[in-house]
């Protein structure tokens, strides 16, 4: 299972942002970063303060699986 971080996109709409529809940003481990219209999470999720000490984050352990038709974010349990 991975680790997603998952948090408001402040700059949505702006170069490299997405659309002002893009509001989701959802970071999977370090280095990888995906923007989402819609989220659907059906594992547990916890509130944390992001490693910047100014943000804050919410995060839950799963397996992501991306709805490109509708620019979702599914993250489930791994079974």
Same mark, same amino acid.
């Given at each position: 299972? +991975?680790? =997603? $971080? %998952? @948090?408001?996109?402040? @700059? @949505?709409?702006?170069?490299? $942002?997405?659309?002002?529809?893009? #509001?989701?940003?959802? &970071?999977?481990?370090?280095?990888? !970063? =995906?923007?989402?219209? +819609?989220?659907?999470?059906?594992?547990?999720?916890?509130? !944390?303060?992001?490693?910047?000490?100014?943000?804050? +984050? %919410? &995060?839950? =352990?799963?397996?992501?699986?991306?709805?490109?038709?509708?620019?979702?974010?599914? %993250? #489930? @349990?791994?079974?």
């Amino acid at each position: 299972m +991975n680790k =997603y $971080r %998952i @948090r408001f996109n402040k @700059r @949505r709409g702006q170069p490299g $942002r997405g659309t002002v529809d893009h #509001v989701w940003r959802v &970071f999977e481990g370090d280095h990888k !970063e =995906y923007l989402f219209k +819609n989220l659907d999470i059906s594992v547990p999720v916890k509130s !944390e303060k992001d490693k910047n000490g100014e943000d804050y +984050n %919410i &995060f839950c =352990y799963g397996v992501l699986q991306i709805d490109k038709d509708t620019s979702t974010a599914v %993250i #489930v @349990r791994e079974d």
